[in-house]
């Protein structure tokens, strides 16, 4: 279960880097060897790192921004990618997000993610 | 290239199943061996095989579902698992997708599908 929760951490270091809108610790958790594909809710999608790290820098220095608390992940790990699928709650608004980390230098760094609004949350 | 080829081959089958609705040629482009993960634009996410198909049954059985039309999609292999991102204009509507696929019997199988919906689709 080693490998799971190194995955989990990875996932909670991202929430974490939001939290305390630490712009360095984001850049940190985003992976170089691959394609990164970001999709905040209802934008379009960002898929290069220059682009994604540029809408963080904007979102986390965005004074009036939220925190984030996920939670409900769902892990899957095949080979050298794992996919952690979560609930987000921003405000007491439902996300529902998608974050697919591959491994990079012995960790899990984030390739993608995915960010959309639900009409409802429940459960 | 013949390896990524074959997985936008996989993506294209998902969205023929979905706009000839063909329940049973959606059955085949899911995974077996994986949780299958599946959000709608703006629904909760279905986190079980059953569920998923139970959603595309209800779907693909609505006569006033209108066709997809997929594009500019980007694509990663990273070992076992293959990432198709992509837009979705679906009766004017805009939509970006996140399609995870995984190796299965030497095809691509998909494990995970979200789709949201864009305040503005652009480009």
Known sequence: MADRDDLLAANDAFYAAFNTKDYEAMDRVWAESVTCICVHPGWM??????????????????PGQ????????????????????????????????????VREGGGWRLALHHGSGVARMEG
Chains 1, 2 share one sequence.
Do not use: D
């Open 66 to 101: 939220g925190k984030i608390l996920p939670g409900a992940a769902i892990v899957s790990i095949v080979g050298e990618t794992g996919i952690v699928h979560c609930r987000e709650l921003v405000a007491g608004a439902g996300i529902v997000a998608t974050n697919v980390f």
């Open 45 to 62: 999608t960002l898929a290069t790192r220059e682009a994604v790290m540029a809408s963080w820098a904007a979102i986390l220095g965005n």
